[in-house]
Structures are given as C-alpha cells and as structure tokens.
C-alpha cells in the first residue's frame, strides 16, 4: 500500500511540476454507473469467516449520486498529465448481506477513486467535423471509500473513509467543441480497485477484514472548461 501511495505521489508531482503546458482543461461530469459482481471474503468481527460472489448495485440516479471531476494538463503534442477522482458507489444485495451475516455493507458516500491520470487526444481527426475530438487515457491512484457495515445484532455500525488499496482507471470518450473555452463530452469510463476493509468490532472483538476488487463501468455526461 505505501509503495502504491509513493508512485501516485511521484507521477502527481511530475504532471504538477510539467512547466511546458500548452492548456488546462476543468472537467466535470455525471453519468450511469454499474459494479461487477466480485467476491467479498475475510472475516466478522469475532473472528467468523466470510466467502461469497456478492451481486453489487451502483445505483448512481439515488442520492448521493455518481458523479467525478478531473484536471488536466495538455501539451503541445496533445499528450495530457492531471488528476481525476470519482463519486462511484456500491451496494451489496439483501441476499447476499443474510448470507455474509450483515445488516448493511455498501460504499454509498462514495467508493472514491482517486488517480494520476495520463490522457491522448486526437484534434482534428475527423476533417468534416472539426468540432468533435477523440480521447483516451489511464490513470493510477488509491480507492478511498465511505465504508457502511454492520454485522446482524451488533451494536457497532462501521461509518467512515477508509483509504482501502489500489486503483487503476481507464477511459475512451468524443469531445464536441462549443467555442475555443467550453465544450460538451461523453466517454466510457472502468475503473478497478483492490479493497482492503475494516469492519469495526463490538467491545472485546477483534476488528473484522473485509477483501474486494471492484470492478465499475460507466458512460459518462459532461462539461469541461479549457484555458
């Protein structure tokens, strides 16, 4: 985990301190969001061991909603350097939470990914509509999501941040120009994660270890600024 936290920290500061930046572009967007079914193991507070294929939910349309936001640094060569972190969520099934022994496991303040992300784009590629521009990109961070558990009977109810493992992220999209600052995108986003959860314990417990990888697709709706 440190040595995930260190490269994230060296690949920020290097697209911060790029001094040859041609723009920055402000993005921001919404969009629907989904979460791959995974596996959830480890153990209960207590001690009693968890293994099940969880069917997660992202419901993104319910309050807090799905959402994400990003900075980036375009050069000359239309090569990009910035960070982006996103609003995703996950919800576990009632099923699967009476199997695992739960009342509630969901990261609904957020499963917060947060990556240094290095994007490409493609201006002019479509020479009867020089409006449009194709991009990519990928990024590398740390997942830090708002964990809600709570073990059937138990009195200790989890309810904070946690900053979990590593993430990856990757995204292909069309930007349409409206002027030379503001335009309109759409894009596919996926983003995964390895999770590494603590469940709070009742007193005399030992803490509960919760792990997950969670998998996340979206197709995105957004604004962005460039100047």
Request: aromatic letters at 10%; glycine letters at 12%.
């Amino acid at each position: 985990m440190k040595n995930s936290l260190a490269s994230l920290g060296l690949v920020a500061v290097a697209a911060l301190a790029t001094p040859a930046a041609a723009e920055m572009e402000l993005s921001l967007y919404v969009g629907i969001q989904s979460v791959d079914n995974s596996t959830l193991s480890g153990t209960l507070p207590g001690g009693a061991p968890i293994s099940r294929s969880v069917d997660w939910a992202g419901k993104p349309l319910e309050n807090p909603f799905y959402y994400g936001g990003r900075a980036i640094w375009w050069m000359d060569n239309n090569i990009g350097f910035g960070l982006e972190g996103t609003h995703a969520k996950a919800y576990a099934s009632s099923g699967d939470l009476a199997a695992l022994g739960l009342s509630r496991f969901e990261l609904s303040d957020g499963h917060n990914i947060i990556t240094a992300n290095v994007m490409k784009r493609w201006p002019g590629a479509f020479a009867k509509t020089p409006r449009f521009t194709p991009y990519v990109g990928g990024g590398v961070g740390v997942a830090i999501p708002h964990v809600d558990a709570q073990v059937i009977g138990s009195p200790v109810r989890t309810f904070g941040y946690e900053t979990t493992g590593l993430a990856l992220r990757g995204l292909a999209g069309l930007k349409y120009e409206l002027n030379e600052n503001w335009a309109l995108f759409s894009e596919y986003q996926v983003t995964w994660s390895d999770n590494d959860i603590t469940i709070d314990p009742a007193p005399g417990q030992l803490a509960g270890k919760a792990s997950v990888e969670l998998v996340t697709h979206a197709v995105n709706f957004g604004i962005s600024y460039n100047f």
